[in-house]
């Protein structure tokens, strides 16, 4: 796992969200390599300081089950799926959908509001742009929501050279 990937779960353990990995382009790797990467993770998943049990999902019903343990107030739960995709392919995507799908709603409108109105902050003090990755912003997160959503947008380039919005 790259030291970003760690620094990114200590972050989640430390605000205490629930947890999930999605690792991608598994269409450009050989099947040992996906098992080397996924044993990888379980070492860091189960490691003292983070204490997760790996749950990788192979079908829809395994989809299902993971979402089902991030209900009610579970916000440490110790059941950590792992989903192995490929953007370029679509692979295993509609096991992810699934699962983001069936995570469950907030509890009520009124509660929906209050967490709305408790947004995160997030003051940046630098931006830089790393070769071959792209922009990159630097800061402190000053105030954080139980919920904490990020909101991102994926391009990648089909097989016939085309970009796809994800």
């Known amino acids: 796992m ?3 990937a760690k620094e990114h779960l200590g972050l989640a353990l ?7 990995v ?13 098992a080397r990467v996924m044993e990888q993770v ?11 049990t790996p ?3 192979h079908n829809r019903d395994d989809a299902i089950t993971a979402a089902s343990c991030f209900t009610g107030d579970s ?3 110790s059941t950590t799926p792992i989903f192995f995709t490929s953007s370029v392919t ?4 509609d096991l992810l959908t699934t699962f983001l799908n069936v995570l469950p709603q907030f509890q009520s409108l009124k509660e929906q509001e209050r967490k709305i109105q408790e947004s995160p902050e997030f003051q940046i003090d630098s931006v ?7 922009p990159v912003v630097g800061g402190t997160l000053v105030r954080y929501a139980e919920y904490l959503l990020l909101q991102y947008y994926v391009f990648t380039e089909s097989s016939t050279g085309h970009w796809l919005n994800l």
Do not use: H, Q, W
Not at 14 to 20: T, Y
């Open 55 to 57: 749950f990788r999902i």
């Open 42 to 52: 379980k070492l860091v998943l189960t490691s003292p300081g983070c204490k997760k």
């Open 90 to 93: 679509g692979e295993n995507l």
């Open 2 to 4: 790259a030291g970003t």
């Open 14 to 20: 430390a605000l205490r969200v629930p947890i999930f």
């Open 128 to 134: 830089f742009t790393v070769p071959a990755a792209g």
């Open 75 to 77: 916000y440490s739960t």
């Open 22 to 34: 999605v690792i991608n382009k598994i269409d450009l790797c050989p099947p040992s390599m996906t």
